[in-house]
């Protein structure tokens, strides 16, 4: 607010999460194509005949008019452009698009605008919406926000000793940010997991591919299951917590496999 003046302006955004304030408004994080993460206030949607409430769902794409407040913007209008009627009426495509929504809410800070980060998680909610492999489109979108992110991870070269990376099974280690190769191991001083060849090589595809492309790939549970293992496993050190949704994700889960491992360097 400048010179007693409101400022207004019209965004559009996907709906990343919600939850109430007082008796009749919710708190909504966005996610916008030029502000990045905004959080926003909509007065009175909680009550049965407010005209917003059905448009501003979690995971819905919307097109928002905002006022500018002192500490939370306020959402004056909200219509919904894409509702993903596919993804609500499935369980796995639902806990799905509901982990990727809460990867790009932990990943992003407020009012940074990544343009590229939008198109990546409209893209993914479009392919949510008509895929029959979900699980696979999470660890490929996973693997791309984490790159989008500045953290990698780096899947090439040995991140102690820059020494290119022979075919075989190595360690992958989440507090480098990538590969050690065997000859290191013993000076990581880090916990390490296996990461077998050919993990390493879909993850080197997805960083290099279009989503299209990463879902026509051919992966059994096992493989799935190793992907879910390494990504996961290096979320979380970055958020320093576990993702809310991925319990309920591995719940619903068809290829659902049983957790594997990681491994300490022998100090």
């Known amino acids: 607010m400048t010179g007693g003046r409101i400022h207004g302006y019209k965004t559009e955004a996907v ?7 007082g008796e ?37 794409r919307v097109a928002v008019s905002l006022t500018e407040g002192r500490d939370l913007d306020i959402i004056t209008e909200a219509e919904a452009i ?36 939008y198109k990546l998680l409209t893209s993914a ?10 699980i696979q489109l999470v660890r490929y979108i ?21 020494t290119p990376l022979e075919p075989q099974t190595h360690l992958f280690s989440s507090s480098q940010g990538g590969i050690i190769c065997p000859n290191c191991r013993s000076e990581s001083g880090h916990t390490l997991m296996p990461i077998p060849l050919n993990v390493l090589k879909v993850l080197r595809f997805f960083q290099q591919n279009h989503a299209e492309k990463a879902l026509d790939l ?33 719940l619903v889960n068809p290829h659902r496999v049983k957790k594997a491992f990681s491994i300490a360097d022998p100090t």
Not at 15 to 21: C, G, K, T
Not at 125 to 134: F, G, I, Q, R, S
Not at 227 to 240: C, N, P, W
């Open 15 to 21: 709906v990343l999460r919600h939850f109430p304030i």
């Open 24 to 60: 009749a408004d919710r708190l909504f994080v966005l996610y916008t194509p030029n502000m990045g993460k905004v959080r926003a206030v909509a007065r009175g949607v909680r009550r049965p005949k407010s005209k917003m409430s059905g448009h501003l769902q979690p995971l819905n």
């Open 82 to 117: 894409a509702v993903y009627p596919s993804i609500r009426n499935d369980l796995t495509k639902l806990s799905a698009a509901m982990f990727l929504a809460e990867l790009v809410d932990g990943f992003s800070e407020e009012r940074s605008s990544s343009p590229s980060v």
């Open 125 to 134: 909610l479009d392919l949510a919406e008509v895929t029959d492999n979900p």
């Open 142 to 162: 996973q693997t791309r926000i984490l790159q989008m992110s500045g953290f990698g991870p780096e899947l090439r070269q040995c991140v102690a000793c820059d």
């Open 218 to 250: 051919q992966l059994n549970a096992q493989l799935l299951g190793e992907l879910e293992r390494v990504l996961d496993g290096y979320t979380r050190f970055l958020l320093e917590r576990d993702m809310k949704t991925a319990e309920f994700l591995d």
